[in-house]
C-alpha cells in the first residue's frame, strides 16, 4: 500500500504542475481577450536627475497587440545614454509615465491578426525606431529616420523594461543565432546607430578613423572599422576604456586633447559634449568629416572658422532606417562582432543608468528581464 500511496502522490504532482501551467496559460489567454494581466517594468512618471533614483519598479497591464503587432515576452534590454537623457529631461517627455528601453531582445508569444512573417516561438530583437508612416516627403525619399510622423521605442511607446512589450512586425528584427540574448542587445542600437555613423562619416577602406567617447557604440564600431581595415586612433578620459581600446584593435589612444601620430580622415563623435568639437575638428584632415552620433548633446562653444575651413564638414546622426538594421546584423555576424557586457537585474535600472553616466561600465550595460 505504501508504493500506490507514492505512486499517486506523484500522479497528483504531476497533475497539479499540468493544470497550474494551463491556469497561467489561461491567464495570459484572458489578457489578450481585455482581461487584466499583470507585469513588472521599471517606468519613468517624471524627468529627475538619476541619482535621484525616481525609476519605479512597478506593476502594470501586459499590452495587448493588434494589426501587425507582436507581443514579445522580454528576456533582456539594453540600456542606452538615450534612455538617460529621457530621464533627466534632456529629452522633452513625449509619454508620462513609460517604460523606457530600445534594445529588446525577447521571444513572440502572441501575434496581431495581421502578422504574416513571423510567428510564436521567434527570437526577435527590438530596436529604437518603433514606427514610421511611409507617407511623409522623408519616407518617400528613402529618409525613414527623418519621417515627421515617427514613434520611437521607450519615448513615445513604451520599452523593453519590462517583462512584456509590443511592437510592429515590420520594425523588428531576427538575431543571428551566434549571438546569445544578452550579447545581441546592444547591436540593436549602439550597434546600428554607430553603423549608421559610421557611414556618415566617410570612412573608407584604410583610412584613419577617430573615435570620441568609448562606450557601448564606439566598442562595436571599432570592430566594423577594423573589419574595414581601417587604422582606429581612440580618444577617451576612461583609463578602463583605453585599455579595451586597445583589446579591440586601436593603434593609438588618449585623450581628447592629446595629439595623435597623424590627422585622420574621418571622425565619430559618440560623447555628447559639445566642447569636444573643437578638438575632433583639430584632428582632422582637409576634407575630413565628424560624424556627431549622439541625440543630445551639450552646447558646442563658438568655433573659430579656421577649424572648419579646408572643407572640413559636420553632421550629426538622426536615429537609423531598418536598412541599416539589416546591414549591421549582417555584418555583425559576418566579423563576428565580440560585444562586452555588464549585466544587471531588472530591478536595479536606477543603479546601472547612474553607473552609465560616471563612465563606469566595460562596453555595454544590459538589463537581465527574465
Request: aromatic share 8%; charged share 20%.
Amino acid at each position: 500500500m505504501e508504493g500506490v500511496g507514492v505512486t499517486v502522490f506523484l500522479i497528483f504532482v504531476a497533475e497539479y504542475s499540468t493544470l497550474n501551467s494551463r491556469i497561467g496559460e489561461l491567464l495570459f489567454n484572458c489578457k489578450a481577450d481585455g482581461w487584466r494581466y499583470s507585469m513588472k517594468a521599471v517606468r519613468l512618471h517624471a524627468p529627475a536627475p538619476i541619482e535621484n533614483g525616481f525609476l519605479r519598479y512597478e506593476g502594470v497591464e501586459v499590452p495587448t497587440p493588434h494589426d501587425s503587432d507582436l507581443l514579445i515576452k522580454v528576456r533582456v534590454c539594453g540600456i542606452c545614454h538615450t534612455d538617460l537623457h529621457i530621464v533627466e529631461g534632456e529629452l522633452p517627455p513625449k509619454k508620462s509615465p513609460v517604460i523606457l528601453g530600445h534594445q529588446i531582445v525577447g521571444e513572440v508569444v502572441k501575434i496581431g491578426p495581421n502578422v504574416s512573417r513571423l510567428k510564436t516561438g521567434d527570437r526577435v530583437g527590438v530596436p529604437w525606431l518603433h514606427w514610421t508612416c511611409g507617407t511623409c516627403p522623408y519616407c518617400l525619399r528613402g529618409q525613414e529616420n527623418l519621417c515627421e510622423n515617427a514613434r520611437f521605442t521607450g519615448y513615445h511607446v513604451d520599452g523593453g523594461y519590462a517583462e512584456y512589450t509590443v511592437a510592429p512586425e515590420e520594425f523588428v528584427y531576427a538575431i543571428p543565432a551566434l549571438f546569445s540574448d544578452i550579447n545581441a542587445a546592444p547591436l540593436l542600437c549602439a550597434g546600428i546607430v554607430g553603423f549608421r555613423a559610421l557611414r556618415l562619416s566617410e570612412v573608407r577602406p584604410g583610412d584613419r578613423l577617430g573615435l570620441y567617447g568609448f562606450g557601448a557604440s564606439a566598442h562595436l564600431g571599432i570592430q566594423v572599422a577594423r573589419h574595414w581595415g581601417c587604422e582606429v586612433y581612440v580618444y577617451t578620459r576612461s583609463e578602463e576604456h583605453r585599455k579595451l581600446a586597445v583589446e579591440l584593435g586601436a593603434v593609438w589612444t588618449g585623450r581628447a586633447e592629446d595629439r595623435a601620430p597623424h590627422p585622420v580622415d574621418s571622425a565619430v563623435m559618440f560623447a555628447p559634449a559639445g566642447h569636444l568639437v573643437h578638438h575632433a575638428l583639430r584632428a582632422l584632415r582637409k576634407g575630413g568629416t565628424l560624424a556627431l552620433a549622439g541625440i543630445h548633446m551639450t552646447p558646442i562653444p563658438e568655433l573659430d572658422y579656421r577649424l572648419l575651413y579646408e572643407e572640413r564638414t559636420i553632421r550629426s546622426v538622426a536615429n537609423s532606417t531598418r536598412q541599416d538594421a539589416i546591414d549591421f546584423l549582417k555584418v555583425a555576424a559576418e566579423i563576428p562582432i565580440r560585444v562586452e557586457v555588464e549585466t544587471f537585474p531588472l530591478k536595479e535600472a536606477n543603479r546601472a543608468l547612474r553607473l552609465l553616466k560616471g563612465s563606469k561600465i566595460r562596453g555595454a550595460g544590459v538589463l537581465v528581464v527574465g
